[in-house]
């Protein structure tokens, strides 16, 4: 079965500063991997996804960017936070017979 | 181009009353859809999934819905709501490509 970590769970970091939010997964090669943000109040936001190693679609225009080094890692990174960087960021990959997604636990960034 | 819509952005039920969340969709292509629960601080969880094999779909903690394609329409329902029902619920379209349509999501409250 397929296991999705995140890495760090939360983090509280001052505008201006940098960004890595780590997402690993586990029991499946090659999945398309997704990375989501979920501000207060709003639904799931994509904003990026990888079909293989290095391999990344941004979906929209932002302070943020993704890498995937490894099969399955993905990465979400910034070199200056903003303050409507904070927000709830969940990995995900597709999987299943029907390609549904799977989920990791998220990571809530602060942005102060 | 596919859309979600969940009609009820607050839903609120007494314990032990039934639930209703409800949720339209378009989609050009024949969908795949998907029911998410997510509970605060948390990842999402897939609830359940039509995708074709039958219009009544039941899932996991009592939970289904039926697909109607007369009226665009995938209704979560259960019988009678616990306690522990009261979350965030996704409804989820997924019609080819890599990308998965989020609706805005439904709270769910339940009152003792």
């Known amino acids: 079965s397929q296991t999705i970590h995140q890495w760090p769970a939360t983090l509280v970091q001052p505008v201006g500063s940098p960004l890595s939010l780590e997402c690993t997964v586990e029991g499946t090669s090659n999945p398309n991997l997704y990375w989501y943000r979920q501000a207060a109040g709003r639904g799931l936001q994509l904003l990026f996804y990888?079909?293989?190693?290095?391999?990344i679609s941004s979906e929209v225009p932002q302070n943020l960017s993704a890498s995937r080094p490894q099969d399955r890692q993905f990465i979400l990174s910034s070199k200056k936070l903003l303050l409507s960087d904070s927000g709830f960021y969940l990995c995900?990959?597709?999987?299943?017979?029907?390609?549904?997604?799977?989920f990791g636990p998220g990571t809530r960034l602060t942005v102060l | 181009a596919q859309s979600v819509t969940q009609l009820d952005s607050h839903v609120s039920v007494s314990e032990g009353t039934p639930v209703l969340l409800r949720c339209n969709y378009s989609s050009s292509y024949s969908p795949s859809l998907f029911w998410y629960v997510q509970h605060p601080n948390k990842g999402l969880q897939l609830l359940l999934k039509y995708t074709s094999a039958a219009t009544l779909v039941k899932g996991i903690n009592g939970f289904e819905a039926e697909f109607k394609k007369s009226e665009t329409s995938f209704h979560l329902t259960k019988p009678s709501a616990h306690m522990s029902d009261a979350a965030e619920y996704f409804c989820v379209v997924r019609a080819g490509g890599f990308k998965t349509i989020f609706g805005a999501g439904t709270r769910l409250f339940v009152k003792a």
């Open positions: 995900a990959q597709t999987g299943g017979v029907y390609n549904e997604q799977f």
């Open positions: 990888s079909v293989g190693i290095g391999q």
